[in-house]
């Protein structure tokens, strides 16, 4: 029988060199699968940018045994929406339930704030994202072409929920 830890927490500036290897790890996967030739933002942020995302918005980490395997940013929107990006699990870690445990979480502290829905943006021809993001409530709103690959703009309503 195996005994693991599996916390997720508010991210500290300490976590940011865990937090660019994750981005690192999960976004080359993403390329991969996406078919992405050209580079992501999250594959060229610096240190000081992760830092940035830390003191200005809601930034959580995933930790399996104290190996930190995933992470996700929101920002809280002036409209009272948010915006989820950077969602990133490290591949060796993908399909264990991961990145559910922190879009729950997610969820709960949006719901708890009163926010109206969030949004992100993935690939549309990401089938695995796709799905994944629908079976949390997200649909698909639009679609874009602007950093080269069509982007879907996915959102989530929590009106009526809290």
Known sequence: MFNYTFMIRKA???????IYEI???????????TDVKEPLDALTETLDDII???RTKEVFIALIDGIAVGSAR????????????RFGVRPAYNNIGVGMALMSLIDKML??????????HTA???????????GRGFYIESTTNDRGYIR???????????
């Open 111 to 120: 719901i708890e704030k009163g926010i109206k829905c969030v949004k992100l």
């Open 12 to 18: 500290v500036e300490s976590d940011a060199p865990a």
């Open 124 to 134: 549309s021809k990401n089938r695995d994202l796709i799905r994944f993001y629908y």
């Open 23 to 33: 981005m690192q790890d999960s976004f080359k996967k993403y390329m991969k699968d």
């Open 74 to 85: 929101v920002a809280i929107l002036p409209d009272n929406t948010a915006y989820l990006s």
């Open 152 to 162: 879907a703009l996915m959102v989530k309503e929590y009106q009526g929920r809290a």
């Open 52 to 54: 940035d995302d830390i």
